[in-house]
């Protein structure tokens, strides 16, 4: 007997039923013979294992979609301008209490920083890059860009005085493809991805290529060198920004969520360049001289019969002059007909298909399938509400999680800098900046506002919530993108100038009245 002849049964009980032991546990997730799930035998392995091998493939191939395909890069840009916008505003708040300061000095200390920090952050010429191209916002919205074509945001900072800016401190956005093992040796119980790590997984040092192999061309020799930063200096300074969601424990390096539905972005990509040739192709015509030649051999007899038939049709075409395209037919050769054929192409399923597919694909990029397909004419205003509130969670999981944490980052490098410069930042008693580091760069970020489907009901609701306690303005106006401050600031010298016009022109400012009237009205209203 041959080993291809044997074949394994389970083992069964007097019954002629599978055991249990045999088939699996209690869950049909379990069973082992089911023939829906025999060949479905994925192997249990650690997050590294199963990242580390493909991250690069599935970075570029995610990389290329976006660039060629207009949904993906739509989705993209969905994120882009709901997460980040024109950019993200601190609103510094240190923790007094841990600090021992007051909730008043507090508040001073937090203005003042914050307009620091934009005199820093937007300079005019663009001191906060180490590259001098982009401002604050310019770095949020290329990290955000690489972690969603990649899962990571990679970053350096560098301590470059002299260069005609008060501060030193400047970030370098740094490519995730240059973060690698030095020389392309295997991943390591302490070097994976690029990462070094100390005997507790956390990174001591990470490994940069000088340049990528694509830039051989004008980079030379540096398309094979490595450099070694470390994470942190020696005083704990942070040197590397490395941003990316940790799933699993052991986790080293950062997976985009876009792969779960790559191959079938993919695949719609395909059928929907498919489904436009066939469309092109269905308004294109053709005409066909069509000739039955076997009635003409069944009525004439013979091969030469036929041949001479088709000696003397060509002979009739050539001096004929038939055309189609504007110009006259007179007649056919006899036993003749003119034929349109038409392809037929599939097109009329093009719709529901790319439909399911747009579910599927909304799904993997945390989006609805309105804000992806830019199709709203199959939804109220309920589906469009809850559509833009789920997706919204995911819009604040990643402005706090990544960019925010981005942000925070660059915020502590700058702060560590600014506070060392000017002790008057630091009151008597209060520990240093090295002292308290976390207490003193608590902050929180504004992005652009949440957007409203039906601004009257929305507001309403919003100014009970105030009015029962149950939120602030500083809530409310955050998911607007404003800054309450700055808001009241602002409203209140508008109505003091408002009062100096209406008594230097002796008139009335209408609004006062038309807000209240609003405010009282039915939701059946619409502005």
């Known amino acids: ?135 604050l916002a310019g770095m949020q919205n290329q990290g955000l860009l690489s972690f969603l074509s990649s899962g990571e945001i990679c970053a350096v900072s560098e301590w470059l005085p002299n260069r005609g800016s008060r501060y030193a401190t400047a970030i370098k956005m740094v490519s995730r493809d240059r973060l690698s093992n030095p020389n392309g040796t295997a991943d390591a119980v302490r070097l994976r991805g690029g990462v070094e790590m100390d005997a507790n997984g956390a990174p001591v040092a990470h490994h940069f290529r000088e340049a990528l192999p694509s830039d051989s061309r004008f980079a ?36 985009t969520r876009a792969v779960a539905s790559l191959v079938s972005s993919k695949k719609l990509d395909r059928f929907e360049e498919t489904a436009l040739e066939a469309a092109i192709i269905n308004a294109m015509y053709a005409a066909v001289i069509e000739s039955d030649l076997t009635g003409v051999e069944d009525a004439l007899g013979g091969d030469d019969t036929a041949t001479e038939y088709l000696k003397a049709a060509n002979t009739f075409h050539q001096g004929a002059g038939i055309k189609f395209d504007g110009a006259k037919i007179p007649h056919l050769f006899p036993n003749e007909k003119l034929h349109f054929p038409r392809p037929g192409q599939p097109t009329d399923t093009f719709a529901p298909f790319e439909q399911a597919f747009l579910r599927h694909m ?16 199959q939804t109220n205003y309920s589906g469009a509400r809850a559509g833009l509130m789920e997706s919204w969670k995911r819009f604040m999981s990643m402005r706090e999680k990544v960019v925010g944490e981005f942000s925070r980052q660059v915020y502590a490098l700058w702060l560590e800098e600014e506070m060392d410069r000017d002790p008057a930042l630091t009151p008597p008693g209060a520990p240093s900046f090295w002292e308290a580091k976390t207490a003193w760069t608590r902050c929180s970020w504004i992005g652009p506002g949440k957007g409203h489907i039906d601004p009257l009901k929305e507001q309403k609701a919003i100014s009970i919530k105030i009015a029962d306690g149950r939120s602030t303005m500083q809530d409310e106006l955050s998911e607007d993108g404003k800054d309450w401050e700055e808001t009241l600031e602002q409203t209140a010298r508008e109505l003091k100038r408002k009062a100096e016009l209406e008594q230097e022109y002796g008139i009335k400012f209408p609004g006062a009245d038309i807000a209240t009237a609003a405010a009282s009205s039915p939701d059946t209203v619409t502005p």
């Open 1 to 135: 007997m041959g080993v291809k002849d044997i074949t394994v049964s389970p083992i069964v009980d007097a019954s002629g039923r599978p055991m249990v032991s045999a088939q699996g546990g209690a869950f049909k997730a379990g069973q082992r013979f089911d023939r829906e799930v025999a060949g479905w035998t994925p192997l249990l392995r650690s997050a590294d294992a199963d990242i580390l091998p493909d991250m690069n493939l599935t970075a570029a191939r995610t990389r290329d979609l976006i660039r060629n395909f207009g949904l993906a890069s739509g989705a993209v840009q969905t994120h882009l301008d709901n997460i980040v916008g024109s950019g993200l505003r601190l609103v510094a708040q240190p923790n007094y209490r841990l600090l021992g300061i007051s909730a008043d000095f507090a508040a001073k200390w937090s203005r003042d920083i914050e307009s620091r920090f934009w005199s820093w952050a937007y300079d005019v010429d663009f001191y906060c890059d180490a590259a001098r191209r982009l401002n």
């Open 220 to 255: 030379g020799a540096q398309t094979h060198t490595w450099k070694r930063i470390p994470t942190f200096t020696p005083w704990g300074r942070r040197r590397v920004i490395h941003i990316y969601e940790q799933e699993w424990a052991g986790q080293t390096r950062g997976l």
């Open 362 to 377: 909304a799904a993997g990029w945390g989006l609805s399938y309105e804000q992806l397909s830019r199709d709203y004419s």
